[in-house]
């Protein structure tokens, strides 16, 4: 089966500009991911969707960021202005249950490395 | 509020000794999984553990869980060069998987 799609791979912008990274999930899993990784640590959730509806955004700064995900299947993440501390790889995962229930694991995408100088 | 701990954060070591790396986690939860990342690359799903007792093996490595201890150990039988990576552990806990900092590895000839 095809992985998670995610673009673009690489984005360097300077700060107090937007960006816009688009994730497409393996075909049939319900349950879409965003994480942010800063460099040297591990991914940590920003918010999960469950089909179209959100499940979970605790962790998402919500003044500068926000996600979308439209039918249920392509999702998309902005940050709007961003700042220097927004660097980071945004990585978008999937898997066929909330939370990762029983043998399924989550799947990543490739992700995509934000520069904001 | 869910920690997961790994130590160490760094690990160098020889090819063909062994070493276990340790996850630990401050809540109750019934699913713990291992991911490898390569530099610039995404994760790879490793392991999945579901039970207390879970043991589960791939090669060179071995994952198990002991829920009553909340954790859970990634043993490295003979390291190999090709074992280099960042491995993460990562506890699920309700709609959540949180993530342990990593333990870089480097396997030196």
């Known amino acids: 089966e095809a992985g998670v799609a995610q673009s673009p791979r690489y984005k360097i912008i300077e700060k107090r500009q937007s960006v816009a990274f688009w994730c497409n999930p393996i075909s049939g899993h319900a349950t879409l991911y965003w994480y942010q990784q800063i460099l040297g640590q591990g991914p940590k959730l920003l918010i999960q969707?469950?089909?179209?509806?959100?499940?979970?955004d605790s962790q998402l700064p919500k003044d500068r960021f926000s996600a979308e995900r439209l039918k249920g299947v392509d999702s998309t993440l902005k940050i709007q202005p961003a700042k220097l501390e927004d660097s980071a790889v945004y990585l978008c995962?999937?898997?066929?249950?909330?939370?990762?229930?029983?043998?399924?694991?989550?799947?990543f995408g490739s992700g995509t490395r934000l520069t904001v100088v | 509020e869910l920690k997961v701990e790994q130590n160490p954060l760094f690990l160098s070591m020889q090819e063909g000794k062994n070493y276990t790396i340790y996850c630990n986690y401050s809540?109750?939860?019934?699913?713990l999984y291992w991911y490898r990342q390569d530099p610039g690359k995404s994760l790879e799903s490793l392991f999945v553990?579901?039970?207390?007792?879970a043991v589960k093996q791939e090669g060179r490595l071995m994952a198990s869980l002991d829920t009553k201890a909340r954790l859970s150990t990634l043993h490295i039988t003979a390291a190999v060069h090709d074992l280099s990576a960042t491995y993460f552990c990562a506890v699920a806990l309700n709609n959540d998987m949180r993530f342990g900092a990593g333990t870089r590895l480097t396997v030196k000839p």
């Open positions: 809540t109750t939860s019934d699913r």
């Open positions: 969707f469950q089909n179209n509806g959100v499940v979970d």
């Open positions: 553990l579901l039970s207390n007792g």
């Open positions: 995962a999937s898997s066929r249950a909330t939370g990762g229930q029983g043998n399924y694991g989550y799947t």
